[in-house]
Each structure stands twice: as structure tokens, then as C-alpha cells.
């Protein structure tokens, strides 16, 4: 015991003795500089500026660019640049897409599988003089009647023109418009704000031709109509409908959600284009 407090002494001892530390003109022996130091102040000063050190290399590299020299470290221009290219890759794809359907549907035109019918209004009308009215033993009326209807079926394009005047769109959703159409500022959709899961609804017959994510607009829809129409439906909660799928107008094709990194809240961005151009939905379609 006692010889174990004398070893303890000694080392306490030996901490604390003091050193000095002197400089002298190695000429003329002069002193320069001393210092008084012990064992202990050494221990101390020399933890001291280790910590310091090991704090300034860690600010120096937290907060300057030096970091971006260390291996495996990505920097904030190469993440915003890798952010970017995600973001046009997925616009391509909805391209590609859009294209590989446009191509798929004029396949059988273009490889001859679908024979258009060529209808010759000079050739019926020869068809037609054949017939003998005499033959046929028709009244004054009669004649005038048929000359009516042969008038009606020989010019098909007032057909054409009353179709087109006569196509609806059913309201996708009805909800306040928080955002309108304003092409200025490149919004070419109208956002309507409706509850989470709300029935996002087909304007009109169609086919789908996109159904899938998007990084910038989340689950998106796209809907093809006739008269070169083109429904889109942005920010969908889930889908209810997959590519090459027919629906019909006012049926349930998603539900309202907020996904995409460009929402704000759960509503449903629509927009309408025909024959290639964007048009302002609220023309066309009563959303009240």
C-alpha cells in the first residue's frame, strides 16, 4: 500500500516538475528567451492545439469549396445538373411516347393495311342518272323529294361541320379555378382545387395514349379525342386507367391528388389542345 502512494507520488512528481526552456546566442551565450515548463503544461497545450486544429480543418471543409476535392463528395453544381437532366429525360419520354402512338396509329395507313375508300361524287351522280324515273312511274314530288336527299348526302362536309359544331366535354371536375389560362407565363391549363381522392372524369370518348409519373407533374393522363383533341390531367392521386384503354365521356379515370414536385396542394391541372395548339378550357367547357 504504502508502496503504491510512494509510485503515485512520484508520477505526480515528475508531471510537475519544472523544466526550463532557454535560448541562447550560441556566440556569446547570451540568454534570448526562456520558458518554464512541466511535463503536465506540455500534455495540456499540446491536446489544446490538436482539438484546435482538428476544429479549423473541419470548418475549413464544411464551409469552403475545398470540400468538393474530396473523393466521393458531389458537388451542388453537378446535383442541379443531374436534377436537370432527370427532368428533361422524363420530358422526352412523354415525347417519345406521344410519337410512338401517333406512329403506331398511322402504321396500317402507311404499310397499306387499311384501304381508304375513294368516294367519287362525279361517278354517283352518273349511277344516279341511269335510273329512269319514267320507270319508275314517280310523281312530280316524288322526284323533288329524292333531289333533296341527293342534294343532303352529295355534300358530306356539311355533316363534317355540324359533328364537330356538335361535340361537348363533359366538366373534368367541378371546383374553384385557382388558376386560369394565361399563356404569358407559359400556364397553358386551368388548376381547379378539389379534396383529396375527389373522381377526375374523361371530358369525352377517347383513347389514352400516356398513363404514367412524372418527376415535375406526378401521375399524369393523357387522353386523345376526336377532331384532333387532347385532353391532360396532371397531379393525379392515382390512376384509373392504363395506355390503349377507351373511355367514355364523364367516366373516372383518376382521383384528385398532389403528386410532382411542382404542386402546391391537391387539385387537378387540365389542359385542352387541338390540332397541335393549346386552347383556354374555360371556353369550352363550364367548370361551374
Do not use: C
Not at 482538428?54 to 458537388?75: D, N
Not at 379555378?177 to 371530358?203: C, E, R, Y
Not at 401521375?219 to 384503354?245: A, F
Amino acid at each position: 500500500m504504502a508502496k503504491n502512494k510512494k509510485q503515485k507520488g512520484k508520477f505526480k512528481q515528475k508531471l510537475t516538475d519544472k523544466y526550463s526552456l532557454v535560448v541562447l546566442n550560441e556566440d556569446t551565450f547570451e540568454e534570448r528567451f526562456s520558458l518554464k515548463l512541466s511535463r503536465l503544461n506540455v500534455f495540456v497545450l499540446g491536446g489544446f492545439f490538436s482539438i484546435l486544429l482538428m476544429v479549423l480543418t473541419i470548418v475549413l471543409i464544411a464551409f469552403t469549396p475545398i470540400k468538393e476535392y474530396i473523393p466521393g463528395y458531389s458537388s451542388t453544381l453537378l446535383k442541379t445538373n443531374a436534377l436537370n437532366a432527370t427532368l428533361k429525360a422524363d420530358s422526352l419520354k412523354i415525347q417519345l411516347s406521344i410519337l410512338e402512338n401517333y406512329t403506331k396509329a398511322l402504321r396500317p395507313v402507311l404499310t397499306g393495311e387499311l384501304k381508304t375508300e375513294t368516294i367519287d361524287s362525279l361517278l354517283l351522280e352518273q349511277e344516279r342518272s341511269i335510273i329512269n324515273e319514267n320507270e319508275l312511274d314517280a310523281t312530280k314530288a316524288d322526284s323533288l323529294f329524292r333531289e333533296s336527299v341527293d342534294r343532303r348526302d352529295r355534300f358530306p362536309l356539311i355533316n363534317n361541320i355540324q359533328s364537330n359544331v356538335d361535340l361537348v366535354f363533359f366538366a373534368p371536375l367541378n371546383g374553384q379555378i385557382s388558376q386560369t389560362f394565361d399563356p404569358t407565363t407559359k400556364h397553358f391549363a386551368v388548376d381547379i382545387l378539389a379534396n383529396t381522392g375527389a373522381p377526375v372524369k374523361a371530358i369525352a370518348d377517347g383513347t389514352v395514349i400516356f398513363s404514367g409519373w412524372t418527376t415535375e407533374t406526378g401521375y399524369v393522363l393523357i387522353l386523345k379525342h376526336s377532331n384532333n383533341y387532347i385532353s391532360v390531367y396532371k397531379h393525379n392521386g392515382n390512376l384509373l386507367k392504363e395506355q390503349s384503354d377507351f373511355v367514355q365521356s364523364g367516366e373516372a379515370i383518376a382521383s384528385v391528388g398532389s403528386t410532382g414536385e411542382l404542386t402546391t396542394g391537391p387539385h387537378l391541372h387540365f389542359e385542352l389542345w387541338s390540332d397541335g395548339y393549346a386552347v383556354d378550357p374555360i371556353k369550352y367547357i363550364d367548370f361551374k
